[in-house]
């Protein structure tokens, strides 16, 4: 099973950027895909998630409203789009895969636990 961000750059405050999420290597067809993500000096942070079952979708406050989450089921892949960017979500962003995909979604699976594999990451820096 693979999982390869794509998307991160460089982004002024206030701008936007869409992130992708390719998986491969597997079948099953229930699954959740997670983005968190990291900034220098700080903890994994859970930013979005989505379950390709129901497209039921939930968000860390902080980008609530912002960022918005979508799936290509036919692709495997999930996009992350991000809006109105700040300074503060300037990070590593990396998504990562639920095998177990219940669903919906809910606060749960903002928290690195539940998720099996997880890809390389793509860097985001938003500067002023």
């Known amino acids: 099973i693979h999982l390869v961000e794509s998307g991160g750059a460089l982004a002024e405050v206030g701008g936007s950027l869409r992130l992708s999420c390719v998986a491969s290597g597997f079948y099953f067809t229930d699954y959740v895909i997670g983005w968190f993500r990291q900034a220098p000096g700080k903890a994994r942070e859970g930013v979005s998630c989505i379950s390709v079952s129901d497209d039921s979708t939930d968000y860390a406050d902080s980008v609530k409203g912002r960022f918005t989450i979508s799936s290509d089921r036919a692709k495997k892949t999930v996009y992350l789009h991000l809006n109105n960017l700040k300074s503060e979500d300037t990070g590593v962003y990396y998504c990562?895969?639920?095998?177990?995909?219940?669903?919906?979604?809910?606060?749960?699976?903002?928290?690195?636990?539940?998720?099996?594999?997880w890809g390389q990451g793509t860097q985001v820096v938003v500067s002023s």
């Open positions: 990562a895969l639920d095998v177990q995909g219940y669903y919906p979604v809910d606060q749960d699976l903002l928290k690195p636990g539940p998720y099996d594999h």
